[in-house]
């Protein structure tokens, strides 16, 4: 498991203390997760990665994140280990799930009607699945504030 570094908050524009959203990510392809991981860390995100999908299912109970990434094989270990694993997810995750092109119809069409944004591998860029994210949190995420100028005397 790759743990989030750092702390899980920080000031907004404000000064006010915000907590960074939370997104666990189960998935084999390793090449995903490292590009995934590095994105959204680098855009405020506190991440964790689990790659075995039943205990990334124990993760999501414990750490209680607001976004889910899941490959669909993943998806469907949680479907065979527990009748009710959408209910361990909770209510206030949202779940995108990655397929493989090669998935068959039905099978990204079960996750789509379940509530699940499904996300078609291999994704051109990592700001597709952060793009996902922040859409799944439903918030625009402001730009981080930048520096003032001095301005012109002249």
């Known amino acids: 498991m790759l743990a989030a570094e750092g702390p899980d908050s920080s000031l907004d524009t404000e000064g006010e203390c915000t907590v960074s959203p939370r997104v666990l990510i189960s998935e084999s ?4 997760l490292q590009f995934a991981y590095g994105d959204l860390r680098q855009h405020g995100y506190e ?3 689990e790659a ?4 990334a299912l124990e993760m999501i109970a414990k750490w209680q994140p607001q976004v889910i990434i899941a490959s669909s094989r993943c998806l469907e270990e949680w479907q065979q280990h527990s009748a009710d694993w959408l209910t361990t997810l909770g209510s206030s995750a949202t779940v995108l799930v990655t397929a493989d092109a090669e998935d068959s119809d ?5 996750w789509a009607d379940r509530g699940c944004e499904v996300l078609f591998k291999p994704l051109v860029h990592a700001s597709e699945l952060r793009v996902a994210t922040d859409q799944a949190l439903g ?13 012109d005397h002249a």
Request: net charge neutral.
């Open 47 to 49: 991440v964790i990665v």
């Open 29 to 32: 392809d390793w090449r995903l």
């Open 52 to 55: 075995s999908p039943l205990d």
């Open 139 to 151: 918030a625009r995420r402001a730009p981080p504030p930048t520096r003032p100028t001095e301005p």
């Open 106 to 110: 039905c099978t990204w069409q079960e």
